[in-house]
């Protein structure tokens, strides 16, 4: 899927805190080719690489109300 920037990063995480898959989705697709551009550098495995990129996105929705703490 295509790299969809977004300009409103603080709104989409303090959506996602508060439970928003829709905001998560968003997020996902923004990031999800650029993550997986720097992990595949760490790597050189695309079978290691999605399953980080999966674990990351994973554990971020677990620990979505700690979201909130971040840049304050």
Known sequence: MALKPIHNDAEIIEQIAKGSEK???ELFYAYHNQLG???ILLTHSEER???IIQDVFVKMWQNREKLLCIGQ
Do not use: D, G, L, Q
């Open 37 to 39: 551009k720097f992990v």
């Open 23 to 25: 905001a998560f989705a």
């Open 49 to 51: 690489t999605e399953e």
